[in-house]
């Protein structure tokens, strides 16, 4: 019974025996035994090369997208930052640990460099970095991509909004280290790779700097990267919305002096006219952030034109009073001069050109005026008046929107 048992046990142990042998856990792979060798000695807070060894590292920036907050005048963009250097501390035989040339890392277990966005609109948050894995090659060389979310500061200039460029920059630099410890360089030429288009700002152009600065204190330079972004604003929205409705109500606030001078309906369309106006300035405020210098053009132009409607308000009050008062005098010698010279017939009111008012509209002015020469020759001062200022009109008009599209 006992024997029995005994060799139950020992076929067990056997078997369990032989379950252990072909499940064997993996002994250490190359990459442990690798990473164990370089990291277990490894201070990643320390920059791994002697206090007067340069550390060279090169950045390259990709965009992905961009975006422009004009109320918080913050500029951001997306992208990835493909960062290397070479680190002396990190490199291998690959021929000792089974070929292999390349590891991936926690990004955390590696010296990286401090580079931060110097003009960082997120105060004390200056974590751009996303946490991806670094690459650490054989050779020493370190890859690191990590996607990026910067946000800068940028000064607005909305002169010419909507047709406006704004050029943001972003300045990268080491926070603590010198130009000679660390040595940046950027490519040339930064990738454009817009996967999510912003629907008001395109890139048009990005320039790249390498600023060397020195300051008053010490000798060593200081290095930082500049990349200027220059954003366009799509304009095919606000084109419909804002132009064509400047000139229309330009071409209204000229027909106002077409109505016959004694015609009461001038005040009523200037009226409407200012409501317009008004209408858009109000729009304006609210589109617009509040600047100070800078006032967007078409805003300038909008106010000018409320004032010019407003002027031209006051002459058709002043008009309509010389069509429709009943005058006893006829008008003085040097306007009926004017009226009959040159002037008068430059604008077409001179005592034989046909455009004068009818009978008909004298009718509506007083009937029993018909004929009456001294109210006839009145009826033209006030016609003279409302083709003078609309000449006048037409010369603001037309010098304005030359000046706008320049
Ligand atoms: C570090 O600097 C010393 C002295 O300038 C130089 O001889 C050495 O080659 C440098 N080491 C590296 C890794 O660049
Ligand atoms: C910095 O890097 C650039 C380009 O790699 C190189 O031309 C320059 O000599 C380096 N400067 C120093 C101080 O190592
Ligand atoms: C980038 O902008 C700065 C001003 O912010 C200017 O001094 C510099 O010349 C610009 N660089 C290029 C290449 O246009």
Redesign the pocket.
């Known amino acids: 019974m006992a024997k029995t048992y005994w060799i139950v046990v020992l076929v067990l142990i056997s078997l369990t025996g032989f379950t252990r042998t072909d499940n064997v856990p993996i002994t250490e792979t190359w990459q442990e035994k690798l990473v164990k060798k370089l990291l277990s000695n490894y201070d990643p807070d320390v920059r791994p090369?002697?206090d007067?060894?340069?550390t060279n590292i090169t950045l390259k920036m990709t965009f992905v997208r961009v975006e422009l907050d004009e109320d918080k005048y913050v500029f951001s963009a997306y992208g990835i930052l493909q960062v290397d250097w070479t680190d002396?501390k990190l490199k291998w035989n690959p021929a000792q640990y089974g070929n292999l040339d390349v590891i991936r890392t926690n990004p955390d277990s590696v010296w990286r460099p401090d580079l931060v966005l110097y003009n960082n609109a997120r105060g004390s948050d200056n974590l751009h970095y996303g946490k991806t894995n670094v690459l650490i090659y054989h050779n020493g060389k370190v890859l690191w991509v990590p996607p990026t979310d910067y946000h800068s500061f940028c000064e607005l200039n909305l002169r010419l909004w909507p047709f406006d460029y704004q050029t943001c920059f972003l300045k990268i630099g080491s926070w603590t280290y010198d130009g000679f410890k660390l040595n940046l360089t950027a490519s040339e030429n930064p990738e454009i790779d817009i996967s999510v288009p912003n629907n008001e700002w395109s890139i048009r152009k990005v320039t790249t700097d390498r600023n060397i600065v020195y300051y008053k204190c010490c000798t060593e330079p200081y290095i930082d990267i500049q990349y200027n972004i220059t954003l366009q604003r799509h304009t095919s929205t606000h084109k419909a919305i804002v132009i064509s409705p400047a000139f229309v109500i330009m071409l209204l606030s000229l027909s106002v002096f077409w109505l016959p001078p004694h015609c009461g309906e001038k005040i009523v369309l200037n009226a409407v006219i200012i409501l317009i106006v008004t209408i858009f300035l109000i729009y304006f405020a609210q589109q617009l952030p509040a600047m100070s210098g800078n006032t967007p053009l078409i805003v300038n132009f909008f106010s000018t034109t409320l004032y010019l409607v407003a002027i031209s308000t006051i002459t058709s009050v002043i008009v309509l009073r010389l069509a429709r008062t009943r005058h006893f005098q006829p008008p003085s010698r040097v306007l009926k001069s004017q009226l009959d010279g040159c002037l008068g017939s430059v604008l077409g009111v001179s005592s034989g050109s046909g455009t004068l008012p009818s009978d008909e509209d004298k009718e509506a002015s007083g009937g029993e005026n018909i004929g009456d020469p001294k109210q006839r020759d009145w009826l033209r001062v006030a016609t003279l008046i409302d083709r003078l200022i609309f000449v006048i009109y037409l010369i603001i008009y037309i010098i304005s929107i030359i000046y706008y599209s320049l």
């Open positions: 090369a002697e007067y060894n340069v002396d």
